[in-house]
């Protein structure tokens, strides 16, 4: 059995996290989605992630957020990583820590797809 | 703000991707990318009725929708729209969003050069459309309510870690 996937190896998209051209976090509130714009880093296979300290509300220590970081406009230049996974504090970040609140992202789920790279694969499921 | 507002209007014209933010029943989030239309006061966003994200709005129509302007690579900004979304599976909406999507992704100087370079690809994208793996074509209808444009924080290359002390704790 054959199916068609989008997905291809974190490893295949690790460039993206070097250089991050749109990436964002997505998190929870009372109401509804919020979602904010970031910096990304990776360090030791941690997401490191920065939020504006001007943004209008940060993720708690603990709880489930969402990174995206994705590039492309024309459709098969499409690609993104996906990182469910939890809010781990940061001690100390000096250097970086400037006007920005830092934190690690515990990843729970990691996924990367790349439209250029569709193709058919055995299905495994 | 409003989507008439200049400012708003602006970066909508300039914005390739949007990134959709939801939240599913029991309140665990989820954003993904999303190609997108404007038109009638609101935003449209492509997609198929099996995504999670789908399932989220159906479960809390409540989204937070982020736009960078993609077409100037220096420009940081970036808006965030709040707003309610309705997943739209009849054929009239579907048929209306794919003819914008159409006319402004594909039937365009770029689109059409991005799309011949890869026509080996074609048949397998309507494969994967047509095997409905993700569910039925639908149209997330979106109804702002407040817009805001923030500033993207520049990204931190890692080569600059080697400068850094970091101590997790």
Not at chain 2, 18 to 46: D, E
Not at chain 2, 70 to 97: C, H, M
Not at chain 2, 124 to 146: H, I, Q
């Amino acid at each position: 059995m054959k199916r068609i996937t989008l997905k291809v190896d974190l490893s295949e998209a690790r460039e993206l996290l070097e250089r991050a051209p749109r990436a964002c976090v997505a998190f929870a509130g009372d109401e509804g989605p919020r979602t904010e714009p970031v910096s990304v880093l990776v360090k030791d296979d941690r997401y490191l992630v920065g939020v504006p300290s001007s943004a209008a509300s940060h993720p708690t220590v603990d709880e489930e957020v969402v990174l995206v970081v994705d590039d492309g406009l024309q459709f098969f230049d499409l690609r993104a990583i996906y990182v469910r996974g939890h809010v781990q504090l940061l001690d100390e970040m000096e250097g970086l820590a400037g006007e920005m609140f830092w934190f690690a992202v515990q990843p729970t789920r990691a996924v990367a797809w790349d439209y250029a790279h569709i193709r058919e694969v055995d299905d495994e499921s | 703000m409003n989507l008439d507002d200049p400012a708003v209007a602006d970066i909508l014209g300039r914005a390739m991707v949007a990134r959709i933010a939801t939240v599913s029943r029991n309140g665990r989030p989820h954003v993904n990318p999303l190609y997108f239309v404007c038109g009638n006061g609101k935003i449209y966003l492509g997609t198929t009725d099996g995504t999670l994200a789908a399932r989220n709005v159906k479960a809390n129509p409540r989204v937070t929708i982020l736009f960078n302007v993609e077409r100037e690579p220096g420009d940081r900004r970036v808006l965030r729209i709040n707003g309610n979304a309705k997943v739209r599976t009849d054929f009239s909406q579907n048929r209306w969003y794919v003819l914008r999507d159409l006319r402004k992704y594909i039937l365009t100087r770029r689109g059409l050069a991005n799309t011949l370079a890869h026509a080996r690809l074609l048949l397998l994208v309507a494969r994967f459309v047509a095997s409905g793996e993700k569910g039925k074509a639908c149209v997330f209808e979106v109804r702002p309510e407040e817009a805001e444009i923030l500033a993207a924080p520049k990204q931190t290359g890692n080569d600059e870690l080697s400068q850094l002390r970091l101590n997790p704790s």
